[in-house]
């Protein structure tokens, strides 16, 4: 769950990889990390939403789609849960203290947020590769 943080949480398959079943997993889980799963992913995606806050020149919108919510309501309301601020408020008070804001055109193509233009043509890292397959031509 740390590492694919981003995308959608498949419960089923995470408890499946763990060899539990899934209601099994999720008590398991809160009995080590004292919150479910969902909880446990929502403060990991807060935390990362904060460390965009405070260096990349984003919009509170990209950052929340960046981080894996699909809804911008939702966002905020665990953000001002967790950090006691919203995002726009977090940003203000801590953005700009040292370094340079990264560009956001940089932070999105890192973070591999812009689509592709051409899905057939070769990836620079994965020459050879369809991009939307993941298949060698």
């Given amino acids: 769950m740390d590492r694919d943080w981003a995308g959608p949480l498949d419960l089923d398959a995470v408890a499946a990889h763990a060899g539990y079943s899934r209601y099994h997993f999720v008590r398991a889980f809160k009995a080590v990390y004292g919150q479910t799963p969902g909880r446990y992913l929502s403060r990991r995606r807060i935390e990362r939403a904060e460390e965009l806050l405070r260096s990349a020149n984003l919009t509170v919108t990209e950052i929340c789609s960046l ?21 726009s408020a977090y940003r203000t008070k801590h953005a700009g203290r040292g370094a340079a804001l990264i560009p956001g055109c940089y932070a999105l193509l890192w ?16 020459p050879g590769e369809d991009r939307n397959s993941g298949e060698a031509r």
Avoid at 67 to 87: A, H, Y
Avoid at 113 to 126: I, K, V
């Fill in 67 to 87: 981080v894996g919510f699909s809804s911008l309501g939702t966002f905020s309301k665990r953000f001002k849960e967790q950090t006691g601020s919203t995002p």
């Fill in 111 to 126: 973070a591999g947020g812009f689509p592709s233009r051409d899905a057939g043509a070769p990836t620079p890292d994965r």
